[in-house]
């Protein structure tokens, strides 16, 4: 079965510094992976996703993730962080099996920054 | 725009009743889901529906059953409340094959 392992539940940057939230996943077919950013009291809204082809993603807001099959990663990037994006982050991967479709979320990461 | 809808944003209830959330989605989507999100604990799939009637348990269905009875609405029911059901409930969709999922509000239950 498919799995997500996120790396850190918290992490903490300055305003300005390079965001790297880590997600590793497990998956028994070829991953589709996705991005999620929850600001406090409401539901998720999407970043990104990998499904096929180019393996460098880019989102919403300057985030961008690479997937690396060799290292079973779909790790989450920002250059420069801003005041904006402090948030909690869930990686997620699709489980297909047979008919039925659903998505395997981590424990998520809180992104703190720092004027 | 896109949207999941979650009829209520609070719900205080009181032990051992019955709790319905009511989430409705308007993009025509075959798959709907009711996940429960703690601390430290991230989201968790409580069930899920890939078509009108069709339901399937997650990882964590004990005390709660669904209904579909249409293909835009999934209702999520806890027969008795109990205090350890306290959580925000988060409803999504999505469409076949593989896509992703689109969430609503969620709902910030609280049982006392």
């Known amino acids: 079965a498919q799995s997500v392992t996120q790396l850190g539940s918290h992490v903490s940057v300055s305003e300005g510094a390079l965001v790297l939230l880590r997600c590793n996943y497990s998956?028994?077919?070829?991953?589709?992976l996705f991005w999620y950013v929850q600001y406090p009291n409401q539901g998720l809204q999407l970043l990104l996703k990998?499904?096929?082809?180019?393996?460098l993603v880019k989102g919403i807001n300057g985030f961008e993730a690479e997937f690396k099959k060799s290292e079973t990663s779909f790790h989450l990037t920002k250059p420069s962080a801003h005041m904006s994006d402090a948030a909690e982050y869930f990686c997620?991967?699709?489980?297909?099996?047979?008919?039925?479709?659903?998505?395997?979320f981590g424990t998520g990461t809180r992104l703190q920054v720092f004027p | 725009d896109v949207k999941v809808t979650q009829s209520s944003r609070y719900l205080v209830k009181r032990t051992g009743e019955k709790v319905f959330l009511e989430c409705v989605q308007d993009?025509?989507?075959?798959?709907m889901f009711w996940y429960r999100q703690d601390p430290g604990l991230g989201l968790r799939l409580i069930y899920f529906?890939?078509?009108?009637?069709?339901?399937e348990k997650g990882d964590i269905p004990e005390g709660y059953s669904v209904s579909r009875e249409k293909k835009e609405r999934f209702s999520l029911i806890l027969e008795s409340a109990s205090t350890n059901q306290t959580s925000m409930y988060l409803c999504?969709?999505?469409?076949?094959?593989?896509?992703?999922?689109?969430f609503g509000q969620g709902t910030r239950l609280t049982v006392v």
């Open positions: 993009m025509d989507h075959e798959n």
């Open positions: 997620a991967v699709s489980d297909r099996t047979y008919n039925t479709d659903k998505l395997i």
């Open positions: 999504a969709s999505s469409s076949y094959p593989r896509n992703e999922a689109f």
């Open positions: 998956s028994s077919v070829p991953p589709y």
């Open positions: 990998y499904t096929t082809g180019a393996t």
């Open positions: 529906s890939y078509d009108v009637k069709m339901k």
